[in-house]
């Protein structure tokens, strides 16, 4: 469905994205998470067509996106700054999209009056940083897009309307194959909804999987030994170990490896204390990036 390969976009000698790849099915919902200034926004711009990649390419049903009119007319872009024609209200906005998006629906759209209960009289830029977010997604699903790519989406959204929004986006992909690409720090809520996820940092992608696979192949163990240090020394040989500490007398790992391979390693050694316990994918987000040098750090202030 969505193709990116070999992509790079820099902005006066910085490179913003570099040389990444990205695969994403036809009626998934993608997670894009990364660190602060990892290109994560600029990759969804030029998803959408907005920004022109300096190397590499971008195919969107087999077509290129940038400068394809009928392409971006099945393509829709939330983004994290919602932006709205000036003193117009929510019907102006309507017969805007409706101009620019053929598969507009005219009838969902008066549904989905009911589901956001805003008066379309009512000017957007008056409204609250929330009820503009509902009604750049009232807008959005009316247009009935193949791809909606969204830059954290449910900011400003309490959670009943979060809730909402994403059985809405659900009843999309279930009836009509909607492909969703979405990037949020609220990676609890992505978890809940994401099938598929990569991970950015300065502009590349370290990891991309899916959620499921992600989460069974890292783990979080808590052993003590007997011979503590030379086990332990052992260990840090024999397993993929992302992050390490010690608690009293027993040692808290986080290791990335299948979890029978794990368990084969470590029982021989006969711990006196073995657990092996599920991540968040926050957790997994925090150790992942602690890998490569994106670590939380003691700060004294």
């Given at each position: 469905?969505?193709q990116?390969?070999?992509?790079?976009k820099s902005?006066?000698q910085?490179?913003?994205?570099?040389?990444?790849n990205?695969?994403?099915?036809?009626g998934?919902?993608?997670g894009?998470?990364?660190?602060?200034?990892a290109?994560?926004?600029?990759l969804l711009k030029?998803?959408?067509?907005i920004?022109?990649p300096?190397q590499?390419?971008v195919?969107?049903?087999?077509?290129p996106?940038y400068?394809?009119?009928?392409l971006k007319?099945d393509?829709v872009?939330i983004p994290?700054?919602?932006?709205?024609?000036?003193q117009?209200?929510?019907q102006?906005?309507?017969?805007?999209y409706k101009s620019?998006?053929?598969?507009?629906?005219?009838e969902?759209?008066?549904?989905?009056?009911q589901v956001?209960?805003?008066n379309?009289k009512?000017k957007?830029?008056?409204?609250?940083k929330?009820m503009?977010?509902?009604?750049?997604f009232w807008?959005?699903?009316s247009?009935?897009?193949?791809?909606l790519?969204?830059?954290?989406?449910?900011?400003?959204l309490?959670?009943?309307?979060?809730?909402?929004?994403?059985?809405?986006l659900?009843q999309?992909?279930?009836?009509?194959?909607l492909t969703?690409?979405?990037?949020?720090?609220?990676?609890?809520?992505?978890?809940d909804?994401c099938?598929h996820?990569?991970?950015?940092h300065?502009g590349?992608?370290q990891?991309?999987?899916?959620?499921?696979?992600?989460?069974?192949?890292?783990?979080?163990?808590?052993?003590?030994f007997?011979e503590?240090?030379e086990?332990?020394?052992?260990?840090?040989?024999?397993?993929n170990?992302?992050?390490?500490e010690?608690?009293g007398?027993?040692?808290?790992?986080i290791?990335?490896?299948?979890?029978w391979?794990?368990?084969k390693k470590i029982r021989?050694f006969?711990p006196?204390?073995?657990?092996?316990l599920?991540l968040?994918?926050?957790e997994i987000f925090?150790?992942?990036m602690?890998?490569?040098?994106?670590?939380?750090?003691?700060?004294l202030?």
């Open positions: 469905m969505i990116v390969e070999n992509l790079t902005f006066e910085e490179k913003a994205v570099e040389d990444l990205i695969s994403v099915n036809k998934s919902i993608y894009l998470l990364g660190s602060n200034g290109g994560k926004t600029t030029i998803l959408a067509g920004y022109r300096d590499g390419s195919y969107i049903q087999g077509e996106i400068e394809n009119v009928s007319q393509v872009f994290d700054a919602l932006y709205f024609l000036p117009a209200n929510i102006q906005m309507a017969e805007f620019f998006y053929p598969n507009w629906d005219q969902r759209y008066e549904k989905l009056k956001f209960n805003i379309p009512r957007v830029h008056r409204l609250s929330g503009q977010r509902q009604v750049a807008l959005a699903l247009a009935m897009p193949s791809v790519i969204l830059d954290e989406p449910i900011d400003g309490d959670p009943v309307m979060r809730q909402k929004i994403k059985n809405l659900f999309d992909i279930a009836e009509r194959e969703v690409i979405i990037s949020s720090h609220n990676l609890r809520e992505l978890e909804i099938d996820v990569g991970i950015m300065k590349t992608l990891i991309e999987k899916e959620l499921d696979e992600l989460k069974t192949d890292t783990h979080k163990i808590q052993v003590a007997e503590d240090e086990v332990k020394d052992q260990l840090t040989e024999e397993l170990i992302l992050h390490e010690k608690r007398s027993v040692h808290l790992f290791i990335r490896g299948n979890k391979d794990i368990e021989p006969q006196l204390v073995f657990d092996m599920p968040t994918l926050e925090i150790y992942e602690g890998g490569i040098g994106y670590e939380i750090e003691n700060v202030i």
